[in-house]
Nanobody, 130 residues
């Protein structure tokens, strides 16, 4: 079992950048990693479904992005810190949401489906002002 934990949210003006980080946490003295899991970022605003942002399966090198963030967001793994980062550039007010990190083992065809992820962090708020 792995417990994701997000960090790095905040308030930024439109056109600015933020970097989110998702790390694996667990009980003190235990080593938790994302090895064997696909780690993905989703976001959610009140009253709407959780939206796929990006995923990193961590195996074959391919990464996946939601259409609304392509070309602006970059997902990457930091093996030394056992983290999966989300670099967000050219932010727009529509990016305002709570961003969640999820870990699971979805098939490639279902990588954008939040129901395929077993473990979730508590979320981090990103607010983009106009």
């Amino acid at each position: 079992q792995v417990q994701p934990a997000e960090s790095g949210g905040g308030v930024v003006q439109a056109g600015g950048s933020l970097r989110l980080s998702c790390t694996a946490s667990g009980h003190a003295g235990s080593a938790y990693t994302f090895s064997g899991y696909t780690v993905a970022w989703f976001r959610q605003v009140p009253g709407k479904e959780r939206e796929f942002v990006a995923a990193n399966p961590g195996t074959h090198g391919n990464v996946y992005y939601g259409e609304s963030v392509k070309g602006r967001f970059t997902i990457s793994k930091d093996g030394a810190k056992n983290a999966v980062n989300l670099q967000m550039n050219n932010l727009v007010p529509e990016d305002t949401a709570v961003y969640y990190c999820g870990a699971g083992r979805p098939k490639t065809s279902a990588i954008r489906d939040p129901q395929m992820y077993y473990y979730w962090g508590q979320g981090t708020q990103v607010t983009v002002s106009s």
